[in-house]
């Protein structure tokens, strides 16, 4: 098992890659070394977001492309889903993730919080 990111001050890891071959991140609005979501609602939220993914991804030496799954969870599913789907277009393109968004409880006044998987080839 690699851990990618991994506290320094809690037992918590931003991403794994296990079996050698399966990626696990999970992503928040919340950059690093801050305790609130970025300012301007979920969109914002997302994009930072898929910042943070990239990053994880990258040191596992992958890119999007590898993402097979997602789950999304939102404050306000009803609400945030219209403009978190324009930014999930913008950054998907045309790569097909199996994903699925759910409405949820979130901490720290987030809007947003993603889990990913991917293949490590």
Same mark, same amino acid.
């Given at each position: 098992?690699?851990?990618?990111?991994?506290?320094?001050?809690?037992?918590?890891?931003?991403?794994?890659?296990?079996?050698?071959?399966?990626?696990?991140?999970?992503?928040?609005?919340?950059?690093?070394?801050?305790?609130?979501?970025?300012? =301007?609602?979920?969109?914002?939220?997302? %994009? &930072?977001?898929?910042?943070?993914?990239? $990053?994880?991804?990258?040191?596992? /030496? #992958?890119?999007?492309?590898?993402?097979?799954?997602?789950?999304?969870?939102?404050?306000?599913?009803?609400?945030?889903? =219209?403009?978190?789907?324009?930014?999930? %277009? &913008?950054?998907?393109?045309?790569?097909? $993730?199996?994903?699925?968004?759910? /409405? #949820?409880?979130?901490?720290?006044?987030?809007?947003?919080?993603?889990?990913?998987?991917?293949?490590?080839?």
């Amino acid at each position: 098992m690699q851990f990618i990111d991994s506290s320094t001050t809690f037992p918590i890891s931003s991403a794994v890659v296990h079996s050698g071959r399966i990626f696990e991140a999970v992503v928040t609005g919340i950059p690093d070394g801050h305790d609130k979501p970025v300012a =301007g609602g979920a969109a914002a939220e997302m %994009r &930072e977001a898929f910042r943070q993914l990239d $990053v994880l991804l990258q040191q596992a /030496g #992958v890119d999007r492309r590898a993402i097979c799954t997602a789950r999304l969870y939102l404050q306000d599913v009803l609400a945030d889903i =219209g403009e978190v789907n324009l930014v999930w %277009r &913008e950054y998907m393109g045309s790569h097909p $993730v199996v994903r699925r968004a759910y /409405g #949820v409880t979130l901490q720290a006044g987030m809007r947003v919080e993603a889990a990913f998987t991917a293949e490590i080839p």
